[in-house]
């Protein structure tokens, strides 16, 4: 019998129903304010088979909170055009179709639409009503203006409530940047061109400027030839840059400072102090595929000096960590506080269940452990009031090896070595996962 590949393997193997279920089991006491959504995304492949951990069909993973009860659960596949009618890469004109893919990235909310993403193609929406949560309403291409595809991390400014984003244009030598108001039109598409087609993740977002990551995981013709698996290669050659262009003047110039070769996946945040624009990045020292683990992902701070043209390079920890978070209100200001997941990835063993809390001003970190076997994701920030950067409680799926088991557990921010708060006991196994969000009632 052929042993499963490590990203089908273990709890990385692809739970088969949709379920619904009512009044979850609750250890602790769940915080009243807390009223609204919990939803994370990740590939979870209908036929159990994928050749790549990124390539699964999405699936959606929602605990619904309310009045201090964790009212229901529910988990679906997010249906798009490649689930219904099988993988297809062009349309009958014969065009890139961008329709096609698995929007199992990431999970957002904006003007009024919950959108599950994934980098390759358009966005997909799915149902925030009551009774119809997650069922997939269809393709969203802001009304026919999106002609590429859309990151799975678009940024909403807090004080203006556009959402900034990028995709890629024309043949992939062309990045495009664009921004959405706070009702959800889309306002400004602008192409940057490019050397070639990197596997940019990320970007970064301040009250002045936008910041692209043009890194040296390079789309290889001869991976695309073999199929299968990922397409882009590590080729140091390529260079490394930093791109930034002022939000004021938004077709205005792109100016790329280099910095050392390196790969980023996510970003922290970003922020303006004075002359320089300040980044906090979780940086690996390259890319080695199939495993993304190969290489040890840590906390750096770039500084990029606008006034000479350079950027300062830094590590700041050598703890291995991904899925960073800050409190989202806080978006392009300085955030003092920023969260990680210890974690592994598929082919590296999981190291001890942590959760991180950086204080990003001062460097020093605090620490949740899960205890043996327990296995956090992504840790999303719910706040507590209407003061950014005030009290909240991070909000993870963690995976309980031991019992074959998932639940939601939720975490006091400011008291991060404490027992959780609650947690929430859910009826079947989530898998291993990328991103999603708090999307509160208010």
């Given at each position: 019998m052929t042993a499963s590949p490590a990203h089908l393997a273990g709890n990385y193997a692809p739970v088969s129903e949709e379920l619904t279920a009512h009044d979850?089991?609750?250890?602790?006491?769940?915080?009243?304010?807390?009223?609204?959504?919990?939803?994370?995304?990740?590939?979870?492949?209908?036929?159990?088979?994928?050749?790549?951990?990124?390539?699964?069909?999405?699936?959606?993973?929602?605990?619904?909170?309310?009045?201090?009860?964790?009212?229901?659960?529910?988990?679906?596949?997010?249906?798009?055009?490649?689930?219904?009618?099988?993988?297809?890469?062009?349309?009958?004109?014969?065009?890139?179709?961008?329709?096609?893919?698995?929007?199992?990235?990431?999970?957002?909310h904006h003007a009024g639409r919950t959108l599950a993403l994934v980098e390759s193609s358009l966005p997909y929406e799915v149902d925030g009503r009551p009774g119809h949560e997650l069922e997939t309403l269809g393709v969203h291409d802001f009304g026919g203006r999106l002609t590429t595809s859309m990151t799975a991390h678009p940024k909403t400014c807090p004080s203006t409530g556009e959402l900034h984003f990028f995709g890629r244009g024309g043949s992939g030598h062309q990045l495009v940047y664009h921004r959405a108001d706070r009702d959800g039109e889309l306002t400004i598409s602008r192409p940057i061109d490019v050397p070639g087609i990197t596997m940019m993740h990320d970007f970064h977002l301040t009250s002045r400027h936008v910041v692209f990551m043009d890194l040296p995981v390079v789309l290889d013709p001869e991976l695309v030839r073999r199929g299968g698996g990922l397409p882009y290669a590590w080729d140091p050659g390529y260079g490394a840059r930093l791109g930034v262009l002022r939000r004021d003047d938004p077709f205005g110039e792109v100016r790329w400072l280099p910095v050392d070769p390196c790969y980023v996946f996510h970003a922290f945040n970003a922020y303006d102090q004075g002359k320089t624009v300040v980044l906090h990045v979780v940086r690996y020292p390259h890319y080695a595929a199939p495993a993304l683990g190969r290489a040890v992902p840590v906390l750096w701070r770039w500084t990029i000096d606008l006034a000479r043209g350079t950027v300062a390079e830094e590590q700041l920890d050598d703890t291995r960590c991904e899925f960073p978070r800050i409190d989202d209100r806080l978006a392009g200001a300085p955030a003092r506080y920023g969260h990680a997941t210890v974690t592994g990835s598929p082919g590296i063993e999981p190291e001890p269940g942590t959760l991180l809390r950086y204080d990003l001003h001062s460097g020093a970190v605090r620490r949740h452990e899960f205890g043996p076997g327990r296995i956090p994701a992504e840790a999303a920030f719910a706040p507590a009031d209407d003061r950014p950067g005030g009290a909240g409680w991070l909000l993870s799926y963690v995976y309980d090896a031991a019992t074959d088991t998932s639940d939601l557990v939720i975490l006091d921010a400011d008291e991060l070595s404490a027992p959780p708060v609650a947690v929430v006991h859910l009826p079947q196994r989530v898998p291993y996962g990328f991103h999603g969000n708090w999307i509160a009632d208010r």
């Open positions: 979850l089991p609750v250890t602790g006491a769940i915080p009243p304010e807390l009223s609204g959504w919990y939803l994370r995304n990740g590939p979870n492949p209908r036929d159990a088979a994928s050749g790549h951990w990124f390539f699964g069909d999405g699936m959606i993973h929602g605990v619904r909170l309310e009045s201090g009860r964790a009212t229901a659960y529910r988990n679906r596949w997010v249906r798009t055009s490649t689930f219904t009618h099988g993988a297809r890469y062009y349309d009958e004109q014969g065009r890139i179709d961008l329709t096609a893919g698995h929007a199992n990235t990431h999970v957002v």
